[in-house]
């Protein structure tokens, strides 16, 4: 048992952690933040207590609870990593990339080699 184990959130229970879709619960970090701020708080002994958001993590391919500032991030991360997520190819050299704004640097600012064999 944690510090933090009877701290509850602003509806009254605490957070559970996010799951994906395949049922995996995925940990998260950060439990509330304690501060105390200068003033008649302060004075008369009070902490405040401030709420903020865990960033939801990836512990999966080897990204050893790699953060997110959002959990629609985790989502596209896990998709390009498990291979879901079409790949967009350049249609002058073939180069593959998870995302097409990507592709769409690499044609715009002329990044092509030499046409690759696929």
Request: charge should be positive.
């Amino acid at each position: 048992m944690t510090k933090y184990d009877n701290i509850s959130n602003v509806y009254g229970s605490r957070p559970s952690p996010p799951m994906s879709d395949s049922g995996i619960m995925y940990p998260v970090q950060a439990p509330p933040v304690l501060s105390s701020g200068v003033g008649a708080a302060q004075e008369a002994g009070h902490v405040r207590v401030v709420q903020s958001r865990p960033k939801p993590q990836c512990w999966e391919h080897g990204c050893n609870g790699r953060q997110f500032s959002t959990f629609s991030n985790l989502l596209r991360h896990q998709r390009e990593k498990s291979g879901q997520a079409a790949k967009a190819t350049c249609p002058n050299c073939g180069a593959e990339f998870t995302r097409t704004t990507a592709r769409n640097g690499h044609l715009l600012h002329d990044k092509c080699k030499q046409r690759r064999n696929s």
